[in-house]
């Protein structure tokens, strides 16, 4: 069974920093692309950044360019979002994802297979 699990969320300061894990089971990172994607109250999902096992190229959307920095561990079968210098506007949930395709092949946010729950990030003073 596939299972995509996030932790690492929380509540942090403006300025402040985070790390999330995907933990995935059931499948490979060889999967292809993993994700990151959140969702703010009232908003559409927004793709926040991707890594592809077959060429190893990042993805990350203008908003968290120079901010966040998404990596995996294959050992571990685990891929992380560090973000930093965090504003108020980061806030959401962020759920990882799965697709059989490269990042730079993703169009759409429904091309993802598999979906984690979801993990909290708030930042407020």
């Known amino acids: 069974q596939v299972q995509l699990v996030e932790s690492g969320g929380g509540l942090v300061q403006p300025g402040g920093s985070l790390r999330l894990s995907c933990a995935a089971s059931g499948f490979t990172l060889d999967y292809d692309a993993i994700g990151w994607v959140r969702q703010a109250p009232g908003k559409e999902r927004e793709g926040v950044s991707c890594i592809s096992s077959s060429d190893g190229n990042t993805h990350y959307a203008d908003s968290v360019k120079g901010r966040f920095t998404i990596s995996r561990d294959n050992a571990k079968n685990t891929v992380y979002l560090q973000m930093n210098s965090l504003k108020p506007e980061d806030t959401a949930v962020y759920f990882c994802?799965?697709?059989?395709?490269?990042?730079?092949?993703?169009?759409?946010?429904?091309?993802?297979?598999?979906w984690g729950q979801g993990t909290q990030v708030t930042v407020s003073s």
């Open positions: 994802a799965a697709a059989a395709l490269p990042c730079d092949t993703i169009d759409e946010l429904d091309e993802y297979d598999y």
